[in-house]
């Protein structure tokens, strides 16, 4: 063997000997670290007993209670996990809808500020206004009254809605506003009566008639009929 070749064979075997003592000093490293933590975990554990004991003189428990206490916490052990599972559920769950709730309350906001730019919130506030004032103006007797005329009042909306009404009341408003813009004050008796004998004019009057008929008839049937004079001097 030559020079050279032992020279090689020997800077190998330096090189294979400094990977050994790095490695053996990884390991005493490991060992050490392993060491260190076996001493804390046993320092904590003691803690821990210590604790423990502390803790159960403290509650007083006897042997067959803490023999009880674990077998029931044994025996419902499927419970608990399953209660565990549900947690993990609700949290992935809470996890999930924070977009969508997060969504939902910036439409709630952009709602509200729409509502707010078409005043309904100011409405709202004016109807609350009248409430208590009407509240405040009214006594309880007053509100019973107005409690009892509920059903006439909605039979009479109910009566007003009616497509004949609405338009006998649309033709008495415009009605009234030609003849305030169009009204001639200075006209002659002779005129009055000419106007009087219209066809329109004999119509409206006609309607007058029937209309003013129509109140009597339920006035007289609201109001309980009093007997005449004559009547009484009879009985």
Aim: hydrophobic fraction near 50%.
């Amino acid at each position: 063997m030559t020079v050279a070749a032992i020279e090689d064979r020997i800077a190998a075997l330096d090189v294979k000997l400094d990977f050994i003592v790095e490695e053996l000093s990884h390991l005493r490293q490991l060992r050490q670290s392993g060491e260190d933590l076996v001493a804390d975990l046993t320092i904590v554990g003691k803690d821990a007993l210590g604790d423990a004991a502390e803790a159960l003189g403290a509650a007083a428990l006897r042997p067959a209670e803490i023999g009880q206490l674990i077998r029931t916490v044994l025996r419902d052990a499927a419970l608990l996990t399953s209660a565990l599972r549900q947690l993990e559920s609700a949290a992935d769950f809470i996890e999930d809808a924070q977009p969508i709730v997060r969504d939902l309350f910036r439409q709630a906001i952009a709602g509200s500020q729409v509502l707010e730019q078409k005043g309904y919130f100011n409405a709202a506030r004016a109807g609350v206004r009248i409430g208590d004032s009407l509240i405040q103006s009214h006594s309880a007797e007053d509100l019973k009254q107005v409690e009892a005329s509920v059903p006439q009042l909605i039979g009479f909306l109910r009566e007003l809605t009616r497509p004949e009404v609405l338009q006998a009341l649309e033709a008495i408003i415009h009605g009234f506003g030609r003849v305030q813009a169009t009204m001639d004050v200075d006209k002659s008796f002779f005129g009055l009566a000419r106007d009087l004998n219209s066809t329109e004019a004999r119509r409206g009057m006609a309607i007058l008639v029937e209309f003013l008929k129509v109140v009597g008839a339920r006035g007289a049937a609201a109001v309980p009929a009093i007997p005449s004079t004559h009547e009484t001097i009879e009985r």
